[in-house]
């Protein structure tokens, strides 16, 4: 049962439009791998995501996609997959090339010809982590359930040499293989059912920082243009409620409340109101009041 499905990251469309409006050509540079990262996570997540939806059949399985917890800390996990008598962390690596593990230091190294050799920090250090903060979770919470965890790379685009690694490293098509065997390994467990109740109610959507304080930019560094919801181009106005976009000829009204909530996840809405109200001059005091009010419920 797939108890909460994939969806692309929430951040992409947010930062797609910071990227529109900032005039700092090197945060948006930062922008812009960040991006890139999180596309090609999203891609590969997909992936796992469509094959997990296949084995709901096969393997009693309840599947989480995007799990994030507090545990002394947060702690996000890419897929949660319960059975009936254990937990499995997958975390998905989308990167393509020759992929091996180092240790002391633990590091993923990246070779690709013709160009320098990359490093990443260790999926194998992030799966332990992750194993440690939920058992530490599970037991603030009275459960007593085996954890597992192991390292997906999802493409043939990823070669990879993981011979000095003690995680377990799955391809695709191993994938099932690895649940069906955690879970006959052990025997069915009454708190599993408990577990998931209590993901459902605890893993919710949590922000840390806003992006201003991410970035480390100001609303001045913005442009306060009304942008399209399709391309993030710059719309103009035909009428009293119509606007059409300068580059994919979209049409539509503008909604200011959804421009309120997007520069709400810049900055925090305590230091916000006044500054805001002026950076929108083109929207009318009244209108603009109006439109605050609907936020705060």
């Known amino acids: 049962m797939i108890q909460k499905e994939f969806r692309s990251s929430p951040k992409m469309h947010i930062l797609k439009r910071l990227y ?7 945060i948006k540079v930062r922008i812009q791998q960040d991006i890139a990262k ?3 996570g999203d891609f590969g997540e997909e992936i796992v995501a469509k094959r997990l939806n296949t084995y709901k059949n096969a393997i009693d399985i309840h599947v989480f996609h995007d799990i994030t917890l507090y545990q002394n800390g947060l702690f996000q996990m890419d897929f949660l997959v319960v059975t009936s008598s254990c937990i499995i962390i997958l975390e998905v690596k989308n990167i393509s090339g020759h992929i091996y593990f180092t240790q002391n230091p633990q590091q993923l190294i990246r070779k690709i010809k013709g ?3 990359q490093k990443f920090r260790s999926p194998e250090t992030q799966i332990q ?5 939920l058992e530490i979770w599970n037991y603030s919470h009275q459960y007593n359930i085996p954890i597992y965890g192991a390292v997906i790379f999802p493409t043939l685009s990823s070669i990879v040499n993981s011979d000095n690694t003690m995680t377990h490293i799955l391809d695709l098509e191993e994938i099932e293989q690895f649940i069906y065997k955690q879970n006959q390994e052990n025997i069915e ?4 059912q408990k577990f998931i109740n209590r993901i459902k109610e605890k893993a919710i959507d949590y922000r840390i920082n806003t992006l201003g304080e991410y970035y ?5 560094h913005l442009n ?3 942008l399209c919801p399709k391309c993030h181009s710059k719309m103009l106005k035909k009428s009293r409620r119509k606007w059409n976009c300068s580059n994919c000829s979209y049409t539509g009204q503008r909604i200011i409340k959804e421009e ?5 996840s810049y900055f925090h809405q305590d230091m916000l109101k006044q500054d805001l109200q002026k950076f929108m001059k083109d929207v009318s005091k009244s209108t603009f009041y109006r439109e605050w009010k609907k936020i705060q419920k």
């Open 20 to 26: 529109a409006r900032l005039h700092l050509d090197e």
């Open 216 to 220: 480390n930019f100001k609303l001045y």
């Open 224 to 226: 306060s243009d009304f």
């Open 115 to 117: 160009q320098p050799d």
């Open 38 to 40: 999180i596309e090609a």
């Open 129 to 133: 982590k992750y194993i440690k903060q």
């Open 189 to 192: 467990n009454t708190d599993v």
């Open 260 to 264: 309120l909530d997007e520069y709400l």
